[in-house]
């Protein structure tokens, strides 16, 4: 498979008060021609900040230090983030944000929306050209074009969030940066967000998303590969099926086994949380990030920080990994 | 077994005219006591408006709640509450942010006459049943905490006062996978401790699978199937539940 888009040790941090909170250390990561990534792991693990490099949002008072993305080909500095091509946004990596409630003006209608974004990269669109596209759009997609006419506050939420994935993904862009999207409604809905999903890639609509979500069995149904990200690094990057079936890093293996789902095995036993919490990226432990949390913690993870353990499309940056292969 | 909750034909709807909107439709369920019973349905199905009644935080239109055989609309709010208490689903939101976690606990004691000693026994012991040290916690401000703590100390306040039935508005919805057992754990184990019933709003099959005895399936309003848990999710009949479980993303 061709890569499509990857990006290289990312470093990205807060700054505020003179103090810095590194959220990414080190992440590098690859994107396939039609692949859906996800990007799974706790609160504050830093999934949302990689979110926002890769959309081309960091913002102060998130700084991207280090860093370089290649997008189909054309290498990109990622620090210079002013610097990147405005087409880039929107046209060729678009997001799609947690709360379509809070992405969508109140005041305003839906077509009124679709009219901004649109005329952010053709500045000469017409009003009605822009209703038009939109109305294909949705119509394509088997959801109602009347929906431009109408106020947010007359969607319901699912409605709300298929139609700002809809908005978001009008100029084709070819990755998708999906951060959360469904994690604010009920199964039902999240299942018609995700089959929407699904459509715009059969479509070829867009081409990748990168899938960012603290639920497991979710990403399962949609991502070909899951990385798992802890305190502010990846640990560990698989295919879907070996990240549910055969975790190899203890904080995934903690993860998947903390998932409640109505399946027999999971009324038979006391299923356990992983305990303690995450720590404080002002100040993070020593060797590995997630030794004090860990069940099978050794003395070398007290020390010295796991290098990952595979290649760039697998690994598990583990220090159990190295004893099996000693 | 007598019940400790009744609740008969119980309706409540908004609005009047041509904008009237049933929430809750002619709902009828029992909970015997140390029972976990999970109300699951999807975002508008009337479950958190249901909790709210039998919360008392909301009148009913219509219908009859009964309260260890006694009518609930004879019992003053007050004597209501020392017996049953609450947890809602946002710890962000619940708190007062200028109200120490002392200040919050000492509030809710307010409703059971004790002396001093006895008061600060009740906040240690239950602060200790959440897995929160009390020499820590006790002085800190809401912003202080993380949302599994804060959640934490909403149970622990909730705990303090021995109610004989809590009723749980999504818990969890707002915590992390993991910490999300640990709060469903520790309801497993007041209930194990104390006896308590619980009343487990949610939309998480998952959740109340593993967590309750009992489920209660609301839709639009209407209560369309119950039955045990397993029965449920084994062999629902109601096409709604059929759907809703259809629906829930499946691990394996």
Redesign the interface.
């Known amino acids: 498979m061709a890569s499509l888009l990857s990006v290289s040790h990312v470093h990205a941090a807060y700054k505020a008060g003179g103090r810095e909170i590194k959220a990414v250390e080190d992440v590098s990561l690859e994107l396939a021609e039609g692949e859906v990534l996800g990007l799974a792991g706790?609160?504050g693990c830093g999934k949302s900040t990689l979110a926002a490099v890769l959309a081309l949002a960091a913002r102060p008072p998130l700084y991207v230090k280090e860093g370089r993305m290649t997008l189909e080909g054309q290498p990109y500095d990622l620090r210079k983030n002013k610097n990147l091509p405005r087409e880039l946004r929107g046209q060729l990596i678009s997001v799609l944000p947690q709360g379509a409630l809070n992405s969508l003006n109140p005041t305003a209608k839906v077509k009124d929306f679709a009219f901004t974004v649109l005329r952010a990269h053709r500045p000469n669109i017409k009003r009605s050209e822009a209703d038009d596209l939109a109305r294909e759009r949705l119509e394509k997609l088997g959801l109602p074009g009347r929906v431009l006419e109408n106020y947010p506050h007359q969607l319901?939420?699912g409605m709300k969030q298929r139609v700002v994935t809809v908005i978001s993904t009008l100029l084709n862009p070819k990755v998708l940066i999906a951060d959360e999207p469904t994690s604010a409604?009920?199964?039902?809905?999240?299942?018609s967000v995700v089959a929407l999903l699904e459509q715009l890639l059969e479509e070829k609509v867009i081409s990748s998303i990168v899938f960012i979500a603290?639920?497991?069995?979710?990403l399962?149904?949609i991502t070909d590969r899951i990385a798992i990200m802890y305190a502010g690094k990846m640990v560990e990057l698989a295919d879907t099926e070996t990240i549910?079936?055969n975790p190899q890093h203890p904080y995934t293996k903690?993860?998947?086994s903390?998932?409640?789902?109505?399946?027999p095995y999971?009324?038979q036993k006391?299923?356990?949380?992983?305990a303690g919490?995450p720590p404080d990226l002002r100040n993070p432990p020593k060797g590995c990030r997630f030794h004090p949390r860990c069940q099978q913690v050794m003395e070398t993870c007290k020390e010295k920080e796991p290098p990952r353990f595979g290649d760039t499309r697998q690994f598990s940056a583990c220090w159990l990994k190295e004893e099996v292969r000693a | 077994m007598s019940q400790l909750l009744e609740v008969s034909d119980l309706n409540r709807h908004f609005g009047s005219g041509k904008y009237q909107v049933s929430a809750v439709k002619d709902v009828s369920f029992k909970l015997n006591p140390g029972e976990i019973v999970a109300v699951v349905g999807?975002?508008?199905s009337g479950k958190s408006t249901l909790a709210r009644i039998v919360l008392r935080l909301l009148a009913p239109s219509s219908g009859n709640i009964s309260f260890m055989g006694q009518d609930v609309a004879s019992l003053s709010t007050t004597d209501y509450w020392r017996q049953v208490q609450a947890v809602f689903q946002d710890p962000y939101a619940a708190f007062n942010q200028f109200y120490s976690v002392k200040q919050v606990l000492q509030k809710a004691l307010g409703l059971k006459k004790l002396n001093t000693q006895e008061r600060r026994e009740r906040m240690e012991n239950s602060l200790n049943a959440v897995g929160l040290a009390p020499a820590t916690v006790l002085g800190k401000y809401p912003h202080q905490l993380?949302?599994?703590q804060r959640q934490r100390v909403m149970m622990a306040r909730a705990l303090m006062l021995r109610p004989k039935l809590l009723i749980a508005d999504e818990p969890t919805s707002a915590l992390?996978?993991?910490?999300?057992?640990?709060i469903?754990?520790l309801l497993?184990d007041i209930r194990q401790e104390y006896g308590m019933s619980i009343l487990f709003i949610t939309?998480?099959?998952?959740?109340?699978?593993?967590l309750c005895d009992r489920m209660l399936v609301m839709y639009q309003g209407e209560m369309v199937e119950q039955g045990s848990?397993?029965e449920i999710?084994r062999q629902s009949q109601h096409p709604y539940t059929q759907?809703?479980?259809a629906?829930?993303?499946?691990?394996?």
């Open positions: 706790e609160s319901s939420g409604l009920d199964v039902s809905s999240q299942r603290h639920d497991i069995p979710l399962r149904n549910v079936n903690a993860l998947i903390s998932i409640l789902v109505p399946e999971v009324r006391r299923i356990e949380g992983i919490s | 999807e975002s508008g993380s949302g599994g992390d996978a993991s910490l999300r057992v640990s469903l754990n497993k939309h998480d099959i998952g959740q109340a699978y593993y848990v397993e999710v759907r809703l479980l629906d829930v993303p499946k691990l394996h």
